[in-house]
């Protein structure tokens, strides 16, 4: 079993059992383009109960933060990669700072938003799902801005990971 913590709340995604992606485990996806297309999807699961729900879309979390975490990763090893060089060592570890506190920054948005959810949905069943979703969006949004702001260069250079789009497989 695996608790889903959004800032102060402490939300229990399930009563049952659910399974857990490991954090190297990326979803199905397809490149074309230099875009890669990730399929958000809980397979083998029926999604009747709001159990079902609850384990699916924890599933469906799961994915998204093995790919945020892949590509955050991808993002700062090219922000660090600067610092082995002493022409651009100073330049380098300010931009890393600048990065690590945009970082904490969309972190500090995330908990906030999905709290703000939670609480707007706390006195139904479905309060779970609600702010889980919300969280799948804004990590959505996130990996995008990583690919956008840190993964790409200006000239013809091909981006450092593809352009990240998302498909919620009902």
Known sequence: MRPLL????????FIGYVGIAMAGDLPLSSKQNNVE??????RDNPKITT???NNCIADKVDQIKAIQTR???AARNRVA????????????????DAYD?????????????????????????IR???????????????????WLNWL????????????PKFIDVQ
């Open 6 to 13: 959004y800032g102060a709340s402490f939300l229990t995604v």
């Open 37 to 42: 297309t990730f399929q958000l999807a809980c």
């Open 51 to 53: 159990i079902d729900m």
């Open 71 to 73: 590509y955050e990763e």
């Open 81 to 96: 990669s600067g610092l082995d060089d002493p022409a651009s060592h100073d330049h380098a570890q300010k931009t890393l």
């Open 101 to 125: 506190a945009e970082s904490k920054a969309w972190d500090e948005l995330r908990v906030k938003a999905t709290d703000a959810t939670y609480t707007d949905w706390e006195e139904g069943s």
């Open 128 to 146: 779970n799902i609600m702010s889980a979703q919300r969280e799948i969006e804004i990590r959505g949004l996130r990996i995008h801005d990583l």
């Open 152 to 163: 790409q260069y200006m000239d013809s250079t091909p981006s450092v990971l593809p352009e």
